[in-house]
């Protein structure tokens, strides 16, 4: 018997989740741990959770329940719950589903193998702490092995924001930065094993301040001095953080790609004002003015919330208004659901069905100006990054600088390389190119 313990991770939610994850599995690497991608099999199994979505608790407990086969099957499986979930519900998990050995909040990952190590038959161990040091400093590394060429790297975590609707100042906490150093080192890492594009991640990630003083802008300038690095991304953003440098520098850094997700959520002043959002509508749009200035082909992103406890008719109609005058590339809204312990859940609710019609009504919107951006793009020779094989033998799927996927006919041996392809085709998620 060989001491290889394979370890499976369920990833959900957003991307810093998917980053949060990586950094886990490479940790529990180091203790011996593969990466196995079915539960059935497996020594140890990890949910990283998230808590944006309703009834994110419930769909937890529920795969939770699937487990429980396996465990009666084979009492050393280990369970494990992080991410938001675990920090939002702490030790509520233990108490409603005795599967679980291990709870760990997103701020404690460091402390995974130790707790892994001593977690099992009936030895429970939780931490949701949020501690002084950065996790990630913490966090054992794997060896050097290849990478996919497009990375995600957390640079900021939390929020100091407060938006009514929102839990991430709860889950996630204050807003941290890593330090610069750290990051670059990092990032000049990732490009040694192969990747050419890394997305800077933060829940506020434009309110990044590192303890050197770096501010996002000086961050991305560096980061593009780094020989091999092609291309730069953030997300997400606030609007109340977008400072002046970090507007030129999508005039002046050349690998900064031009899309910016950055949400508005209303387009309603008195909307945001009840959200706690603390901007206005012309605010926004004033602030877009100057980034198309800056970069007049940039693509826009954007979140909308509808039926905000007390939008009216009137409200609503200000959101399409402001999305008629935008044209978003692409965007997610969401009906408005409340979270337990934010300001907002305890006020009076817009009916489901208004709420409904009003997301039905948004994105028809949405998706007339997701299509003609798309549209706009044939005809077009599009730099491609070439990230996996597609669907059809001989075909690579790709990324343009707009963050569209793009399909052509290309030799696996080339991921990684970034070629010149004439747009020929578009859908309403993705285009079709030939490498010219
Ligand atoms: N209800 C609906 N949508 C929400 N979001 C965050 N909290 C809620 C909520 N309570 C949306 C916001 C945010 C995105 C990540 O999720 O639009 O920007
Ligand atoms: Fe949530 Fe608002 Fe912070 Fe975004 S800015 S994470 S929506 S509180």
Redesign the pocket.
């Known amino acids: 018997m060989s001491d290889v313990k394979k370890l499976f991770v369920k990833t959900y939610g957003c991307q810093m989740n998917v980053y949060d994850s990586e950094r886990m599995a490479e940790a529990m690497g180091a203790d011996g741990y593969v990466e196995t991608d079915t539960p059935d099999d497996a020594d140890m199994i990890l949910l990283n959770t998230c808590h ?1 979505r309703e009834k994110a608790a419930e769909k937890v407990y529920s795969e939770l329940g699937r487990y429980r086969k396996l465990k009666a099957d084979k009492p050393d499986l280990k369970i494990g719950v992080a991410g938001c979930v675990a920090q939002a519900e702490g030790e509520e998990i233990m108490r409603r589903q005795p599967l679980v050995d291990l709870v760990v909040g997103p701020q404690s990952y460091h402390r995974l193998p130790e707790m892994a190590a001593k977690a099992g038959h009936g030895v429970k161990q939780i931490d949701t702490e949020f501690p002084e040091e950065d996790k990630f400093d913490h966090l054992p590394r794997g060896p050097k092995a290849r990478r996919a060429p497009a990375a995600f790297l957390t640079v900021q975590e939390g929020c100091d924001k407060f938006c009514a ?3 991430v100042p709860y889950t996630r906490g204050a807003e941290v930065s890593r330090p610069a150093e750290r990051l670059m080192a990092e990032a000049r890492d990732l490009v040694e094993r192969g990747v050419v594009e890394v997305t800077l991640l933060g829940q506020n990630v434009n309110a990044y301040m590192g303890p050197e003083g770096w501010t996002l802008a000086k961050l991305i300038r560096e980061m593009a001095k780094i020989d091999g690095l092609e291309r730069i991304r953030f997300t997400t953003s606030h609007p109340n953080d977008m400072d002046d440098d970090l507007i030129a520098a999508h005039g002046e850094v050349e690998k900064l790609m031009p899309y910016l997700h950055l ?1 508005v ?1 209303s387009g309603s002043d008195k909307v945001l004002k009840a959200m706690n959002r603390k901007h206005t509508a012309e605010h926004y749009l004033r602030l877009l003015e100057r980034i198309r200035e800056a970069r007049p082909d940039i693509a826009m992103s954007g ?3 509808v039926g905000f406890p007390g939008e009216d008719e009137t409200d609503f109609e200000d959101t399409l208004a402001l999305c008629r005058e935008v044209k978003y590339a692409q965007a ?1 809204s ?6 337990p312990g ?1 300001p907002a859940a305890d006020r009076a609710h817009v009916d489901e069905s208004v709420k409904a019609d009003r997301l039905a009504r948004l994105q028809e919107m949405l998706n007339q100006h997701q299509y003609e951006f798309q549209a706009s793009m044939v005809g077009k020779t599009l730099p491609v990054l070439l990230e996996k094989p597609g669907r059809e033998a001989g075909q690579m799927v790709g990324k343009s600088p707009y963050l569209q996927a793009v399909h052509v006919d290309a030799d696996p041996a080339d991921v990684g390389k970034i070629v010149q392809a004439k747009i020929v085709k578009s859908q309403k998620n993705s285009l079709s190119g030939v490498v010219v």
């Open positions: 944006i609707f929102c839990v949400p959520q979140d909308f919330i997610y969401f009906k408005y659901s409340a979270r934010t």
